[in-house]
């Protein structure tokens, strides 16, 4: 082989080692961006899901503080009603303690009639 024919083939060799960089390099630049691509998207599913669940939470708070009001609503009722109740019991009782009062002293009135026309 000559020198010049060597020189060629050098070249041919030096040229498709060039060619395999370049798509080396492309090769590598695709993955990259492929990397960065994913990795962003992936950043914006996690936002996504981060800003789902502290709306989800935000809901889920809103509706316990709102079943908690309810609660203590529904309590309050509830004792107001019993409260109501017994003072109506409390005032029944009063009523029958002044009508035995009344009794009682009707009786001892009696009593005293009956004691005092006594000789």
Do not use: H, W, Y
């Amino acid at each position: 082989m000559t020198v010049e024919q060597k020189v060629d083939q050098a070249t041919s060799n030096i040229e498709i080692l060039i060619d395999q960089v370049g798509r080396l390099t492309e090769s590598i630049a695709e993955m990259r961006f492929a990397i960065v691509e994913g990795f962003a998207e992936t950043r914006r599913e996690m936002a996504e899901g981060f800003a789902e669940t502290r709306r989800e939470m935000a809901e889920g708070f809103a509706e316990t503080r709102r079943e908690i009001s309810e609660g203590f609503a529904e309590m309050r009722q509830a004792s107001n009603e019993r409260l109501a109740q017994l003072e109506a019991v409390v005032d029944r009782q009063a009523i029958v303690a002044e009508r035995l009062a009344a009794t009682v002293e009707r009786q001892a009135q009696l009593m005293e009639r009956m004691f005092s026309d006594r000789p």
